[in-house]
């Protein structure tokens, strides 16, 4: 009797303390999730803050980079409007005033409206003396031009004089020719075998010869 009784004492101790253990087991495991808990906490909070400065150093790249793509696609997209715009005036043989550069040779207006046509027959030439051009019969002549360019003016054309290095004499972006004025009245803008040309002069030729062209030069 006396053993069952210690038996009886040292199972209930060994209940008790298993108890005690799952307990202190239960309250580690609730101290353990609430570290993490705070942990997770903490680094969600950090996460957030890294996340929140990588947004906007992304978003202030991107708004950066996109004003600079928008300055230089605006710019881009003027310079070809302004391009297409002069080069079909020029195809469509409508007038474009030459750039105010000394050198209109050399300026892009110039380069826009010469290359707007071009002729793929024989071309009118100093030892020729006469050519078929588009318009038909060319020819050339040598007088001083200042009468022909003061007539010019006083219809507004202000376009600068100049020789190109061929030899034909220039008012702005276009070759000076003489031609039938009922035809082709003063400032009309011409097809010739040696690129666009403004009407400024006639002569007798245009009588005989309406079609004809005769193209100013140095010849």
């Known amino acids: 009797m006396h053993r ?3 038996l009886s004492k040292k199972i209930m101790a060994m209940i008790l303390a298993a108890e005690l253990i799952a307990a202190a087991g239960m309250v580690l495991d609730i101290l353990y999730t609430v570290y993490l808990t705070q942990q997770n906490a903490r680094l969600q909070k950090q996460a957030e803050a890294i996340a929140v ?12 980079g996109t004003a600079k793509r928008t300055k230089k696609t605006g710019a881009d997209l003027i310079e070809k409007a302004y391009v297409r715009r002069i080069a079909k005036k020029a195809e469509n043989l409508e007038y474009v005033p030459a750039s105010t550069d000394t050198n209109i040779g050399s300026s892009e207006v110039y380069d826009i409206v010469q ?6 027959g024989g071309r009118l030439s100093r030892s020729s003396g006469t050519a078929s051009g588009p318009n038909g019969k060319e020819t050339y002549y040598n007088l001083n031009m200042s009468g022909v360019v003061r007539t010019m003016r006083g219809m507004g054309n202000t376009d600068a004089y100049w020789e190109r290095k061929d030899g034909c004499k220039m008012l702005g972006n276009y070759i000076m020719v003489a031609a039938n004025l009922s035809r082709h009245p003063r400032g009309s803008i011409v097809k010739t075998s040696l690129g666009l040309a403004i009407v400024c002069d006639t002569g007798g030729f245009a009588s005989r010869n309406p079609t004809q062209i005769d193209v100013a030069t140095n010849w």
């Open 4 to 6: 069952l009784k210690n």
């Open 53 to 64: 400065d990588l947004v906007q150093n992304q978003i202030a790249g991107e708004v950066t």
């Open 115 to 120: 290359s707007a046509y071009s002729y793929s």
